[in-house]
């Protein structure tokens, strides 16, 4: 059925205000430009925000810039009955170590829960679940994301390459590839894009591995331009989609690329030029910038408030952003404010229909290609980027990647 819109790889695999990295003081500034900090009393309630900041990863910044301009924006409308929110930015620097120090902190600090941007969920979510701490709106990047109950996702990397097969087959394209990034994860997430192909009676026609270190992508773009190919799925990091779409450009290709829309800024746009115009984007709300939709608006508005650059905004940022309002809803009705209460009442509300995030009913996971996982949503958004702008396509209607309907 297709979802109309009314009123949030990291990469496809698995993203201005202070931020506050853990080993640093915590934050106090969630309700920095709110000015209302003074009317707010009681003790404050803690979030976190997991992300790489620094170390070998990509960064960004956006995500928990956006944590920070919502929970600015609860406070300023009194906050959480009366008490504060205070955000603390966790720097994992891409070190499961660092992640599992960061998820230790928010278990010492009784935190009420954790959206994160990482790699080391392994590492960080036992932690939390033995403190009863949530983790909500990450895109799952590790099997204990996948399966701890205390895990609760609005979307889905496997569902966002799925996604791409949906995008192939809705424009029309007969001869899909994948390219891959050569490792373990990557070549196994291949196999979602077939997914999204197979309503459309497609299949995966070429599946192109890149290292992840590859500096020269002759090879690869000559494997991937050749023959009939029509549309590429990326799964690859946003380091590696950049350089390939750079290279597809300059070798003429004349293929549609599909990407997770999670974590593209405008800034990694604006460093692709022209080599981004037709890039199709793949994700679980409809586009950040889309300001005909009042909660997307909503998002622009107090991120422009917070000071946050629009050149780090993203549908991963939107998602963050979404997730403080609705779990500060949550909480305004919660008889005892901890992780654990917030946990049950998710479990338990049945379908969430917040925009701009997509329905979900944390109690019914759905299968994907096997049971078990919590996947809560197949819907996907798509965007075409045309002269660095997203443009939505399809009436900006959201669709089953499991259908395509």
């Not at 992508?217 to 990326?234: N, P, R």
Request: net charge neutral.
């Amino acid at each position: 059925m297709k979802v109309p819109t009314k009123a949030p790889l990291a990469v496809a695999l698995v993203g201005a205000l202070a931020l506050v990295a853990c080993g640093s003081s915590t934050s106090d500034s969630a309700g920095s430009g709110a000015g209302s900090a003074t009317t707010l009393s009681g003790e404050p309630i803690k979030i976190m925000s997991i992300q790489a900041m620094s170390g070998p990863s990509d960064t960004y910044p956006g995500l928990p810039a956006a944590v920070q301009a919502a929970a600015a924006a609860v406070n300023k409308a009194g906050g959480i009955k009366g008490r504060p929110l205070e955000v603390t930015v966790c720097d994992d620097q891409f070190d499961p170590n660092k992640g599992a120090d960061c998820a230790t902190k928010a278990a010492q600090g009784k935190y009420l829960f954790v959206t994160a941007n990482s790699s080391t969920g392994d590492r960080y979510m036992p932690i939390l679940e033995k403190a009863k701490i949530p983790s909500i709106g990450e895109v799952p990047s590790s099997a204990s994301e996948l399966k701890s109950p205390y895990s609760f996702p609005f979307g889905s990397g496997a569902v966002n390459i799925a996604g791409g097969g949906t995008a192939c087959g809705k424009l029309g394209k007969k001869d899909p590839a994948v390219a891959v990034v050569d490792i373990a994860a990557g070549r196994n997430s291949a196999s979602f894009f077939g997914i999204g192909l197979k309503p459309f009676n497609l299949s995966i026609n070429k599946t192109v591995p890149i290292a992840p270190t590859a500096s020269d992508l002759t090879t690869a773009t000559a494997t991937l331009t050749s023959g009939t190919t029509d549309c590429i799925d990326l799964v690859v990091g946003t380091t590696q989609a950049t350089k390939l779409l750079l290279a597809l450009s300059q070798a003429g290709s004349k293929a549609t690329p599909a990407y997770g829309a999670t974590v593209i800024e405008d800034k990694m746009l604006k460093t692709l030029g022209d080599a981004a115009n037709g890039l199709v984007l793949v994700g679980s709300t409809p586009p950040a910038g889309d300001t005909s939709i009042p909660a997307i608006k909503q998002f622009n508005a107090e991120l422009d408030a917070a000071g946050v650059s629009a050149d780090i905004r993203s549908e991963g940022a939107l998602t963050a952003w979404a997730t403080v309002h609705l779990v500060a809803q949550y909480a305004q009705k919660l008889p005892t404010i901890d992780g654990e209460s917030l946990a049950n009442a998710l479990s338990t509300a049945g379908e969430i229909n917040f925009s701009p995030l997509p329905k979900v009913d944390f109690s019914k996971s759905i299968k994907v290609l096997f049971e078990g996982n919590r996947i809560f949503t197949t819907a996907v958004y798509f965007s075409e980027i045309k002269n660095g702008t997203r443009t939505p396509l399809f009436d900006n209607t959201a669709f089953d990647v499991l259908t395509s309907s």
